[in-house]
């Protein structure tokens, strides 16, 4: 029988594959978008996005040693707030998200994808029917409330299958073909006309085909990423309190190799590394 714990359906559920390709076009006019507010990103912001990405890093080198250490609740910490503080980033370069609401965000970094998700396209929307073995239609509110705990039990078969539906999902991408003026020139157009403030000459708009089109494999490499950080922080998001204070229904001393995301934790450093990569190279 096909191993469905509640946890890994809610994640699945948000990694339909209709779902990204229903939503690509939106998803492309989005990405323009967005790429134009990255231009209004200050000095001031950079700093901070800077800053976000250095101590993600840290964090996760820090996870790494507490794993080797056997400290397993404190290395599963540190793997939360690299997360966290990656979304952080992330919801900054996207131009879509303030710095007054990344600090409502806190320690519930599905919070800062929840603001993004709103915004940011139908790609990690909930599609209600999508999952008949669910009782109930999981919203993010629910998930972050009195799904948590299920979450934070995933299994690592559960958390194996999670990765392998993201795996399966990106490479079902077919942005480089989505990059063709024949694709591009009707969203751009649709852009033009609805935000005429912009005052985009022809001579601009082609311009900006000829721009996206090198951008192909900046944009493939946009996708994997910001999908991958839903994925990261929907896996590891309950762990910033499990992780530190004994007396509660998951305390510190349940991380332990039977735990799915303690069993799992050097798999999901080694594919977070990429992650950093990225973001390093969006602030370079």
Known sequence: MQDESPGKSLVLKFLH?????????????DMMMSLRNRYDINDEKMVMIKEFIRVSKNDLDASRILYDHELFALAVFHLQQAVEKAIKAQCLLSGLISEKEIRTIQHESLRGQQIIANRFSELVKVHAQENPNLDVVPRLDEIMGEKRLEMARI?????DTILSAYD?????LDIAK?????????ILSEIRRNSPDLEISDSDAQAILDQFKELGPSLICTAENFTFLFVASAITFPHAVCTRYPGGEMSPKDYNPSLGIV???PELTKRFDKVIEYLELQVR
């Open 155 to 159: 299994d690592g078969n559960g958390i």
């Open 178 to 186: 989505l990059l063709t003026t024949e694709k591009l020139e009707p």
């Open 263 to 265: 069993n799992r934790q």
């Open 168 to 172: 399966r999902q990106i490479e079902s």
């Open 17 to 29: 594959m209709n779902t990204m390709q229903q939503s690509m076009q939106q998803l492309l006019t």
